[in-house]
């Protein structure tokens, strides 16, 4: 249960005591006026008789909860202001200074003033439950002041031993970095800064091997061995720098001798038009020394020979692309070649030629997939046009002289008007929106485009009806019923 939680349930403990204490007064008043009856009667009694029934009465009202009595009864209620102002020290508490708290392992690093401090909050829910609001409001500012004492002072130590932690860490003493560390996470557990370095301490034990055994080889002047124990180092901890320094050294010491010969093999293989082998030696040398001014020669020969065969290779495939009637191949092989040679004529005129038909392609699949887009005058003139393009590529596309061929039979089709049969009631008004007026009918043939069409029909006293209707290209006629048979 948190602190808000006790707060509301220490409320309704109060409510509930309040009414309580008010039932308990009634009795104890009732028992009061019953004894002072009976002793009103009882003149004749000894007096020590009459001591000893108010000696009951006292101990009655005591064992009633009389202070309770008392606090209800008393005229000094603690003030309301005094009752506000703990409210808004607990909310204080609450939002500002137990989020920071809670970043802190309060209960492993200080034990004490952790119990210390849960007790000093219930002792504040307490007082304020019993309505002693001042106690109340005295009990959570000694909280906060506890709280913060504690997150200053577990910030000054975190602050201290990530620094430590730091320092133990870069002169690779495990242990010691290790206990400061796990000290750091205790006092600041959401610390990113304390999280990388904590992973970083964590790979000491199996850095520490192999710096050991990297260091002997060094002295041993065992230059292969040291730089594969330092790519190791190097693969568990990407930013020690003297490891990183020390590879380099030894790269250009062990490599100095294997380049030249890896650079010669390379013009070797191009001359020869093996391009793989000459990658390959290349690469070779760029391991060793990447920035030498031998690279640069030898990759822009094989550049060369690799841009001749590829514009070849391209070629051919746009070739045997355009023989499958295959435009959208055709024309990603001629875009690769002309990539590879901008100023090439031959290549220009096939990509001109290929971009136009996989243009008419694309619109033609449109029109054929979209037959009643021809409704419309204007899209059935582009088509035309479009058609009568096509004509110049029948023998280099047979599909798409298919579809122009297509496409003219569909705009025909889509011209042609066809019948439509209304049958109605003879008393509702019939309209066919952006068309005209069908009137007053019981059956009858009107002539439409195929396309999309609204038909109204509207009666006086009756709801009108709105019916979406698609006249069909495809079919010799069409019909439909409409009449307004729901009333108002």
Known sequence: MNFEKKLIEAQENRRALFINSAIAIVVILVIAFGIVFFLSTAQNKPDEQTAVLADDVDALIQAEQTPVVESILSPDIPDAELRQAYIAAVNDYQNRLLPKLNNVDLEKWNKTQAERLAQLEDQALSKFSSADYAAALQLIEQTKTLAQTLIDDSQQQYEAA???????????????????????LMLNKESREATSLSDKIAKLPELLPLLEKSNTARVENKHQQELNLLNQIIRLAPDRLSAIERKQVLVAQISKANFNTAIKQAHQAISKGDVELAKQKIATAIKIFPNRQEITEATTALKQLEKQQRIEAYLQSAQSAMAADDWPAT???????????RDNQYIQTLLVKSTSIIKLNNEFNHHLNNPYQLANDQRVSKAKTRIAEAAAFAKDSPSLNKKAA???????QMSQKIPVKISSDNQTDILVRGVGMVGLTELKTI??????????????GYKSKLIDVLIPYDQSSYQLTIYCDEAI
Not at 331 to 341: F, G, H, R, W
Not at 407 to 412: G, T
């Open 162 to 184: 990530l620094a430590q932690a730091q320092q133990a860490y870069s002169e690779d003493r495990y242990q010691d970095a290790k206990f400061q560390i796990d000290t750091a």
């Open 331 to 341: 024309q990603k092989s001629l875009e690769l070649a002309l990539n590879e040679q």
């Open 447 to 460: 002539h439409l485009t195929p396309g999309q069409y609204k038909f109204e029909g509207k009666r006086k």
């Open 406 to 412: 297509e496409l003219a039979v569909l705009i025909e």
